[in-house]
């Protein structure tokens, strides 16, 4: 599999990370995956339309049909035939990402992105800096999905609409076809959003948290 980074986009977004926690106290952890469920549903829904639809199809044909040439349509086999070969067609078709995406349906997206950023923020241990200063900036590439989760002590002083810009900016990068470089836009306008909203820096400040880009396949 193609790596998302080259070793140069890793460097750029880990001195972005770097250079925004000079000007505040939160740390900043951008974190990659390909996707963040299987969606298998979508594979039994296309598969059970595509054998529905081409069954109609065939006792269509089979009823309009006056000759000789389609009665074979007629019989059990066949058509237990047609629909297990239209319930494979529907299978193969959601090996295409938009057509996968449509029959997962928005809302179990959002609900896996919404559990793998979880499962994130607690894998990298964001919640374990000195002032609960943690911010993961969570992107999943094929339900399009991005998500930025603050610890307590950022969500006392940034309201969650103050994020969209930062979203935006990811979303930029990757329509862009450059997720490095909205990534690294996201971070700089992140440093500046947090310095902006009090989230200072202390004089016996550290870096808690590594500064460069995680990236999961699964």
Excluded at 141 to 156: P, Y
Aim: glycine share 10%; proline share 2%.
């Amino acid at each position: 599999m193609d790596p998302l980074f080259t070793d140069d986009e890793r460097e750029r977004i880990r001195l972005a990370v770097a250079e925004a926690e000079t000007r505040t106290a939160g740390e900043i952890v951008p974190y990659v995956v390909r996707q963040s469920g299987d969606y298998d549903v979508a594979t039994w829904r296309a598969a059970s339309a595509g054998a529905l639809l081409a069954g109609t199809l065939a006792l269509a044909v089979a009823w309009l049909n006056d000759g000789w040439g389609w009665g074979w349509l007629y019989s059990a086999w066949a058509l237990a035939l047609v629909m297990a070969g239209g319930g494979v067609l529907g299978a193969f078709l959601t090996l295409l990402d938009p057509v996968r995406r449509a029959l997962a349906g928005a809302e179990r997206l959002d609900t896996a992105v919404h559990r793998r950023s979880a499962v994130a923020f607690l894998e990298e241990e964001v919640f374990d800096t000195r002032d609960r200063t943690g911010i993961l900036l969570f992107v999943s590439l094929f339900e399009h999905r991005i998500e930025v989760v603050g610890d307590a002590g950022i969500n006392a002083k940034v309201e969650q609409h103050e994020w969209e810009e930062v979203v935006d900016l990811i979303r930029t990068g990757i329509r862009g076809q450059s997720l490095a470089d909205g990534l690294v836009a996201a971070i700089e306008k992140c440093g500046d959003l947090l310095h902006r909203r009090g989230v200072a820096v202390r004089p016996d400040d550290t870096d808690e948290l590594p500064d460069d880009v995680r990236v999961r396949d699964e």
